[in-house]
């Protein structure tokens, strides 16, 4: 157990619709970062949340948006779904840019999602 | 840009060493990663090392970065059948800079038999 908590587990919705996944990082740590698995472009790098600010955008779709909250869980929205945006949707959390000594991402078990 | 490379399978017996190989294109990369990630789960962070080591061994897990050839590779001393699952091989950027993301490859599916 990694220590990061994704919910829901499945999700499965029709095109044109709009989901939100959420996640928790590791107490303590306050960088949250979005990936996406997919079996054509394998894990990609969606967006990395620091304290509440993002930090960095990776391959992120204009329909796609996230947030990062006070308490530090994040929430990845996904909208106008269409059925190539059906994956798993992983977070990770790290102590980056909080003192910690590696970049290291603790990841949650995924989100997946099947647009239908 | 960056990329990471690797072999898309292995398949060795129960009790061999596995041997997953990965070559990476960003020379300012801090630290590499190994991850797995078996079927229907989450990845699973295996070990990684610090771009000036040439080693790091871990129980079973040795990892072995060439930094001039930019090539790490992760070996599996005595596989079993448990540690049938992907690898994944992972760079990330500077400790310093703004990004922090991790580029990966597109994972090693490694089997083994019994």
């Known amino acids: 157990d990694s220590g990061v908590t994704q919910t829901p587990k499945h999700l499965i919705t029709a095109t044109g619709q709009r989901v939100t996944l959420r996640c928790s990082p590791r107490?303590?740590?306050?960088?949250v970062y979005w990936y996406q698995q997919s079996l054509d472009q394998g894990l990609q790098f969606l967006i990395q949340?620091?304290?509440?600010?993002?930090?960095a955008k990776g391959n992120i779709l204009e329909r796609f948006s996230a947030q990062q909250f006070p308490d530090l869980h994040s929430e990845l929205n996904l909208s106008s779904l269409e059925l190539g945006d059906s994956a798993l949707y992983f977070c990770?959390?790290?102590?980056?840019?909080?003192?910690?000594?590696?970049?290291?991402?603790?990841f949650g078990p995924g989100t997946r999602l099947t647009v239908l | 840009g960056e990329d990471v490379e690797q072999s898309l399978f292995l398949s060795v017996r129960e009790g061999d060493s596995s041997v997953i190989n990965c070559t990476y294109t960003?020379?300012?990369?801090?630290?590499l990663y190994w991850y797995k990630q078996e079927p229907g789960a989450g990845l699973q962070l295996l070990t990684y090392?610090?771009?000036?080591?040439d080693m790091k061994q871990d129980q079973r897990l040795t990892v072995l970065l060439n930094k001039k050839d930019k090539h790490l590779s992760l070996r599996i001393a005595d596989t079993q059948t448990g540690d049938s699952a992907i690898y994944f091989c992972?760079?990330?950027?500077?400790?310093?800079?703004?990004?922090?993301?991790?580029?990966f490859g597109k994972g090693t599916k490694l089997s083994v038999k019994p």
């Open positions: 990770a959390s790290s102590d980056r840019l909080a003192g910690g000594s590696t970049d290291t991402q603790y």
């Open positions: 107490s303590g740590d306050l960088s």
């Open positions: 949340y620091y304290n509440g600010e993002e930090r």
């Open positions: 960003d020379s300012s990369s801090t630290y």
């Open positions: 090392i610090f771009s000036n080591m």
């Open positions: 992972a760079e990330s950027g500077d400790y310093g800079g703004s990004q922090g993301n991790l580029i």
